[in-house]
């Protein structure tokens, strides 16, 4: 079956601009997981949505990050005036829970993001 | 999460196998360790996870000590393909949301399998 997908795959905006990203999780996929990627560093987390709930946004570096999930399916993590720190690429995950608590993260290719 | 420690860079030989090491002294009881690797320009994927017992599947063997100290993740043919960054991570089991526990990525070992 289809993974998950993010679009666009690059983005180039001006410092100030405003950009959304868009992920496309797995078909049923409960939970989703939003990463922030810096050139040469592990992923690190942004933030995460159970079905429509954002139960967790403490990895958001500000308040210029938003993500959103509306119906509990597609996502959209939204950055205001962006900076050129916010250059990176941009992932997201779904997952489905097992019965002991684990889950698998399964992850789209990424948005890169480029801030001139 | 309990912190893990990688060598930064390995190689191995196409054909042999990759014996990647993991050290995650301070684990706890509950915790789990996983395997993820990201080949350049994907997002990263699962390879495996086990608590205590040594799992298999088909990427992948995982050694886990007795003492759960430290681990190893074992590619027992290794493929030109298998270019890339692997991450060790330990992570809790949750149950209250179920699931719900981010992926703390460490720098990784960028394995390099040489023709």
């Known amino acids: 079956g289809a993974g998950v997908s993010q679009s666009p795959r690059y983005k180039v905006a001006k410092r100030g601009q405003d950009v959304a990203l868009r992920c496309d999780p797995i078909?049923?996929?409960?939970?989703l997981f939003w990463y922030q990627q810096a050139l040469g560093q592990g992923p690190e987390f942004l933030t995460y949505?159970?079905?429509?709930?954002?139960?967790?946004k403490s990895g958001l570096p500000s308040d210029r990050f938003f993500a959103e999930r509306p119906e509990g399916s597609v996502s959209t993590l939204k950055i205001q005036r962006t900076q050129q720190e916010d250059s990176a690429v941009y992932l997201c995950?779904?997952?489905?829970?097992?019965?002991?608590?684990?889950?698998?993260?399964?992850f789209g290719p990424g948005t890169r993001l480029t801030v001139l | 999460d309990a912190k893990t420690t990688q060598p930064p860079s390995m190689d191995c030989a196409e054909g042999r196998a990759a014996n990647l090491p993991c050290n995650h002294s301070t684990i706890s009881g509950n915790e789990y360790v996983y395997w993820y690797r990201q080949i350049h320009s994907q997002g990263p994927q699962y390879i495996i996870h086990g608590l205590k017992n040594n799992e298999t599947n088909e990427m992948a063997s995982l050694i886990i000590t007795e003492d759960r100290k430290s681990s190893t993740l074992i590619l027992p043919h290794a493929t030109l393909r298998d270019t890339a960054v692997y991450y060790c991570i330990v992570r809790v089991a949750t149950f209250f949301p179920p699931g719900a526990q981010k992926l703390v990525f460490g720098q990784g070992t960028r394995l390099t399998i040489n023709p």
């Open positions: 078909s049923g996929h409960v939970s």
């Open positions: 949505f159970q079905n429509e709930a954002q139960l967790d």
């Open positions: 995950a779904s997952s489905l829970y097992r019965t002991d608590g684990t889950d698998t993260q399964y």
